[in-house]
């Protein structure tokens, strides 16, 4: 017997179908067929499933949460495409639907992590004919139940119900999940069958696609939006400190918190959405901060932070180096972009601490000034700071600190999307500004 779902294909092999025979289906997918057997587990597949199973035991998926809180895991290597897709699925959760669709997605690059080897289309297996199984098949459902649905609910990542995400029929279909199931799935399903093609198609990394997972799951959570508010309130209240101990207190925060080099390239941000709101720099706007997987690209940005005019040209841009106060290679960087960039006025680097000023950065610094007609500035935060500040009256240096207080902490707070689209974990640096700001009272 044979049949085929996914609608006709006009006899031609080009276009994707699935055919299902007595005792096996065949999935054609990207011009490639592959073969599906059903029946009883492999004795392969039962050692495949024995080792997921431990790897779960074993705390696999809380050694990952950990990696990622705590810098381990450098997310920025993660393909545009790539973060795009996993975020368009966890946006499409909604109070109603979505979920589930979440949830399958984090058992299949959770398994895949563990195991590369298992398919992730083949969500059902058995060790007796009772129940349909494939021969390469897994019971996902129990590993669902038992590991990631509790996973993610015991670390408050999402709220899912005891049975996990195939409680339902919609994922239990007798089919292998292709572009060709056609359960009928509520939220974003046709960008779950992308990632599963992604998955078996070798097209993503699925360890580290399953760390930013988790990074936009901690970011949404209700654990997580509490920490926001709270980090975020107190920074509002917080309305007497001067310019210089909230430029002091974000410095030591820099140092204290993890991915610091990131954490300084927010606090800049702020500044200079606070001047922007405080109306220091009405004739210019601030540019959305460069998001941290596309900022060592650099893909048509001068600087990490930057200022642009109404036309929407480049007349400012700052690169935050923490750690880095020997910029040699960073000015040559600069130069070749300034190169193409005629707009910009002022460009630089900013350090945690006093920049290395020998003799060939000098050197180096005043040719691209000649060459560009850019004034290149090499300066610590606390030169920056003063140096962004300095046309502020002095009775509106307050109201400038907290406007810059509120503006790092709404967007560590993932609360100015619009201007700070972090997609790092946030959850550690909301701690750490909340540990500060209490210190205060």
């Known amino acids: 017997m044979k049949g085929t779902t996914g609608g006709t294909h006009a006899g031609t092999d080009a276009e994707n179908h699935l055919d299902v025979y007595a005792d096996r289906s065949v999935l054609h997918v990207g011009g490639t067929a592959l073969t599906f057997r059903e029946g009883v587990q492999s004795e392969e597949t039962r050692k495949r499933y024995r080792r997921i199973c431990d790897a779960f035991e074993s705390g696999y998926l809380q050694k990952v949460l950990h990696d990622v809180q705590s810098g381990k895991i450098d997310l920025s290597v993660l393909p545009d495409d790539v973060a795009a897709l996993l975020t368009k699925i966890v946006d499409g959760i ?33 060790s007796t004919k009772k129940n349909f199984s494939w021969v390469d098949g897994i019971s996902m459902r129990s590993l669902d139940a038992k590991y990631t649905s509790k996973f993610l609910r015991d670390n408050s990542l999402m709220s899912m119900n005891a049975f996990g995400a195939m409680m339902t029929r919609s994922f239990a279909e007798n ?11 509520r939220g974003p399903a046709d960008s779950w069958v992308e990632l599963v093609d992604r998955i078996e198609l070798d097209t993503l990394n699925p360890a580290l696609a399953l760390a930013y997972f988790m990074t936009l799951l901690k970011n949404r959570s209700e ?36 991915y610091s080099a990131r954490a300084l390239e927010v606090v800049l941000h702020g500044l200079l959405q606070a001047l922007i709101q405080t109306g220091a720099m009405p004739d210019n706007r601030i540019a959305p901060l460069c998001q941290m997987r596309t900022a060592n690209k650099k893909a048509g940005t001068v600087g990490d932070v930057e200022i642009r005019d ?10 935050a180096k923490y750690g880095k106060p020997y910029l040699w290679d960073e000015l040559v960087e600069l130069g070749e972009k300034l190169g193409q960039a005629t707009s910009v006025v002022k460009a630089g680097f900013v350090v945690d601490r006093k920049p290395d000023m020998r003799a060939d950065i000098l050197d180096r610094k005043s040719e691209i000034e000649q060459a560009t007609g850019t004034s290149i500035y090499l300066m610590s935060f606390e030169e920056w700071a003063r140096f962004q500040s300095g046309n502020v ?4 240096k307050t109201a400038l600190a907290h406007e810059w207080l509120v503006a790092v902490a709404e967007s560590f707070g993932r609360k100015r999307l619009d201007v700070a689209p972090i997609d790092e974990p946030c959850e550690t640096w909301l701690k750490d500004l909340i540990a500060w700001l209490e210190s205060l009272s």
């Open 94 to 126: 909604s109070e109603n639907e979505g979920r589930a669709v979440v949830c399958i997605c984090f058992l299949q690059l959770a398994v895949k992590s563990i195991d590369p080897s298992q398919s992730v289309r083949l969500h059902k297996g058995g």
């Open 175 to 185: 089919y292998p999940y292709s572009s060709l199931y056609k359960a009928s799935i």
């Open 223 to 258: 654990a997580f939006a509490e920490l926001s508010d709270k980090a975020c309130r107190l920074a509002r209240a917080t309305k007497s400190l001067s310019f210089d101990q909230v430029r002091e207190g974000l410095s030591d925060f820099i140092d204290r918190t993890t």
């Open 310 to 319: 109404f036309d929407d040209e480049v007349v400012e841009a700052w690169d």
């Open 393 to 396: 009256p002095k009775d509106g």
